[in-house]
């Protein structure tokens, strides 16, 4: 099963562009992440700039509306994230348990719909979604 791990950093939907994280706290993180590789469980991981840097496209009418970053209503944003493949919900709960995360963040975690999830309906509609997934390089695993 893959599982996405989203961090959400309170605060960061207001941080200005260019925020980077201090060098003490990376170095906590990568410590973490190395122990998430070493594992055999880590598909991807990235963080991302703020907001602030950002853009939304809403498609409101059926129109797309481009909206810069930051945004207003924005009270949660993500910050990062993990892509790792583990056997169960519960242990991609104890893996995200173990990040170091300081007291603002928090650790959403969202299992993927693998293409065998869907239905048979679905799965028609999607046809061709298993080969494109394996051009664009991601791990697909029943």
């Known amino acids: 099963m893959r599982f996405m791990m989203l961090m959400i950093p309170k605060g960061y939907e207001k941080a200005a562009p260019g925020t980077m994280p201090d060098a003490k706290g990376v170095g906590a993180m990568m ?11 880590l ?6 700039h703020p907001p602030s840097m950002g853009a939304r496209v809403s498609f409101a009418g059926g129109k797309p509306k481009v909206t810069d970053g930051p945004f207003a209503e924005a009270k949660e944003v993500v910050g990062g994230y993990w892509m790792i493949q583990v056997k169960s919900r519960e242990e991609a ?9 300081s007291a603002n963040e928090i650790i959403e975690i969202r299992q993927v719909q693998e293409f065998s999830d869907f239905p048979s309906d679905v799965q028609k509609a999607a046809a061709g979604l298993p080969e494109m997934q394996s051009q664009s390089g991601q791990r697909t695993r029943p």
């Open 31 to 41: 410590k973490y992440n190395e122990s998430l590789q070493k594992a055999g469980i």
């Open 43 to 48: 598909l991807a991981l990235d963080g991302l």
């Open 93 to 101: 709960i104890e893996w995200a348990s173990r990040c170091p995360a």
